[in-house]
C-alpha cells in the first residue's frame, strides 16, 4: 500500500509540473506604454523677505501680503515657513520665509513685476503641478494596460491563436514629473533681489511646460 501511495503522489506530482510547464509554453508577455501631458494649474513659489529690525519686517511682510492679494492669491494659500535672526549682519537681521500658491487665476506677472524689491531676499518656484495629477496618472495607466492587450492580441492573431486571461500585470513607471521649470524661468536665478529681465517676460501659465506622464504595464496572457 505504502509503494501504490508513493507512486499516486509521484504521479500526481507530475502531473501538476507537467501542467506548470503548459501554461509556461502557452503565455505570451508583453509590455503596453501610455503617455500624456497635462496642463499645470497651480504653482507652489517660496519666497524670503528681509529688514534689519523687527517693526520693518512686520511691515514688509504687510507689504507682501497686500501684492500677493492684489495678484489673486488668497490668505489661505499663504503659508509661514520660518524666521531668522542673523545677529552677526549689520543690515537685514531678520528675515522670514513663506510659501505661496498661485492658481491659474492668479496674475504671475504681476507678482513678479510687484515683488521686485530691495526687502524681497528671494524668490523660487518649489513645485509646479495639476491639481487632478492622480486622476491623470490613473488613466494613463489604464491606457497602457489597455495597448498591453492590444498588442498581445494582433500578436497571437497573427499566429492564429487568442488571447486567454490575465496571468501577470506588472507595472512599471518610466517617468513621470511633476515639478517643471517654466521656460520663462530657465537659466535664472533669484538672489538677494529679484532681477526682472531687460524685455518683457511672459510669466503667465500659457509659458510653462506641460506636465508629463509616462507609464509601462508588463503582462503576460494566456495563449488559447
Do not use: C
Not at 489673486?72 to 509661514?80: L, R, S
Request: proline share 1%; glycine share 4%; net charge neutral.
Amino acid at each position: 500500500m505504502k509503494l501504490k501511495h508513493f507512486l499516486l503522489i509521484g504521479i500526481l506530482t507530475l502531473g501538476s509540473f507537467v501542467d506548470a510547464q503548459e501554461v509556461k509554453k502557452n503565455a505570451i508577455e508583453v509590455t503596453g506604454v501610455a503617455e500624456m501631458e497635462v496642463e499645470p494649474d497651480e504653482i507652489i513659489f517660496s519666497i524670503g523677505i528681509k529688514a534689519d529690525n523687527k517693526n520693518d519686517l512686520a511691515d514688509n511682510e504687510k507689504k507682501l501680503f497686500d501684492i500677493l492679494k492684489n495678484a489673486g492669491v488668497k490668505n489661505e494659500d499663504i503659508k509661514f515657513k520660518a524666521m531668522y535672526q542673523n545677529i552677526y549682519s549689520k543690515t537685514a537681521k531678520f528675515s522670514k520665509n513663506y510659501q505661496f500658491k498661485a492658481g491659474t487665476k492668479s496674475n504671475l506677472s504681476k507678482i513678479f513685476e510687484d515683488l521686485n524689491q530691495k526687502w524681497v531676499s528671494s524668490l523660487n518656484i518649489a513645485e509646479v503641478k495639476n491639481t487632478k495629477i492622480a486622476d491623470f496618472k490613473k488613466t494613463v495607466k489604464i491606457n497602457a494596460l489597455k495597448a498591453a492587450k492590444e498588442k498581445a492580441d494582433y500578436l497571437l492573431e497573427s499566429m492564429g491563436k487568442k488571447t486567454g486571461n490575465a496571468l501577470e500585470i506588472v507595472e512599471i513607471e518610466d517617468y513621470t514629473s511633476d515639478v517643471i521649470m517654466p521656460a520663462a524661468y530657465k537659466g535664472r536665478s533669484y538672489g538677494v533681489q529679484v532681477e526682472m529681465a531687460d524685455a518683457p517676460v511672459d510669466y503667465s501659465f500659457d509659458n510653462i511646460e506641460n506636465i508629463k506622464l509616462k507609464y509601462s504595464i508588463k503582462t503576460k496572457y494566456e495563449i488559447l
